[in-house]
T-cell receptor, first 113, second 114 residues
Framework: KQEVTQIPAALSVPEGENLVLNCSFT??????LQWFRQDPGKGLTSLLL?????REQTSGRLNASLDKSSGRSTLYIAASQPGDSATYLC????????????FGKGTKLSVIP | DAGVTQSPTHLIKTRGQQVTLRCSPK?????VSWYQQALGQGPQFIFQ???????QRGNFPDRFSGHQFPNYSSELNVNALLLGDSALYLC?????????????FGPGTRLTVT
C-alpha cells in the first residue's frame, strides 16, 4: 500500500527566496508522481508529472525531481512570489495497473511580500 | 478546451439523506475518478469509472456508488449521509491508453452534512 508524506506541513518565506518542498513515498514501484497546487476551497491544478523512467521535469520557475531508490520527490520553486501562496500536494500511484492516486496531506506555502 | 466541470458547487444535506454529485470530464477524456478531501487532508480515492463500469475502488463503504454515462460524464451517489461525509468531493478525468495516467481535476463540490 502506497503511503505519501509531505514535510513540512507549512512554510513561510519572504518574496524572492528559492524553496524546496519535500515528498516521500513508501512503494518504490511508483509509476508516476504528480505535483498539484490547491488554492483555499478550490480544486487541484496539476503542476508537473514525472514518469517512473524520468528523474525530473521543469516548467517555468518550477522543477520537480524523482528518486525512486530513496522514495523521495522534491519540488523546487525559484524566486518565489506572493501568488505562489497555496497548498502544494504530491501524489503517486503504484504500478502500471493502479489508477489510484495516493496523496500526501500537503505543504501550505505562504510567500510574504 | 473545456476542463473538468462539477455540479453543484455547494450542497447542504441532513444526516440520513441521499446526495448525487455530477462531473463532466475534460474534452477528449474517457475515464473519471472520484476523490473525497476532508478539511486539512489530502484527497482520498473513492473509485474510478471506465467504459461505464467501476474498475477500481478505494476503502469506502457501499453507501458510496457511482455511474458513468455513454458520454463519459459521471455521478457520485452517497446514501444515508453521515456527519463525517462532509468534505470537498473532487472529480478527475484522464484518457485511457495515455501512458502517463495524468489526471485533471475539477473545482470540486463542497458537501456539508448537518
Amino acid at each position: 500500500k502506497q503511503e505519501v508524506t509531505q514535510i513540512p506541513a507549512a512554510l513561510s518565506v519572504p518574496e524572492g527566496e528559492n524553496l524546496v518542498l519535500n515528498c516521500s513515498f513508501t512503494d518504490s514501484a511508483i509509476y508516476n508522481l504528480q505535483w498539484f497546487r490547491q488554492d483555499p476551497g478550490k480544486g487541484l491544478t496539476s503542476l508537473l508529472l514525472i514518469q517512473s523512467s524520468q528523474r525530473e521535469q521543469t516548467s517555468g520557475r518550477l522543477n520537480a525531481s524523482l528518486d525512486k531508490s530513496s522514495g523521495r520527490s522534491t519540488l523546487y520553486i525559484a524566486a518565489s512570489q506572493p501568488g505562489d501562496s497555496a497548498t502544494y500536494l504530491c501524489a503517486g500511484n503504484s504500478g502500471a495497473g493502479s489508477y489510484q492516486l495516493t496523496f500526501g496531506k500537503g505543504t501550505k506555502l505562504s510567500v510574504i511580500p | 478546451d473545456a476542463g473538468v466541470t462539477q455540479s453543484p458547487t455547494h450542497l447542504i444535506k441532513t444526516r440520513g439523506q441521499q446526495v448525487t454529485l455530477r462531473c463532466s470530464p475534460k474534452s477528449g477524456h474517457d475515464t473519471v475518478s472520484w476523490y473525497q478531501q476532508a478539511l486539512g487532508q489530502g484527497p482520498q480515492f473513492i473509485f474510478q469509472y471506465y467504459e461505464e463500469e467501476e474498475r477500481q475502488r478505494g476503502n469506502f463503504p457501499d453507501r458510496f456508488s457511482g455511474h458513468q454515462f455513454p458520454n463519459y460524464s459521471s455521478e457520485l451517489n452517497v446514501n444515508a449521509l453521515l456527519l463525517g461525509d462532509s468534505a470537498l468531493y473532487l472529480c478527475a478525468s484522464s484518457l485511457e491508453g495515455q501512458a502517463l495516467y495524468e489526471q485533471y481535476f475539477g473545482p470540486g463540490t463542497r458537501l456539508t452534512v448537518t
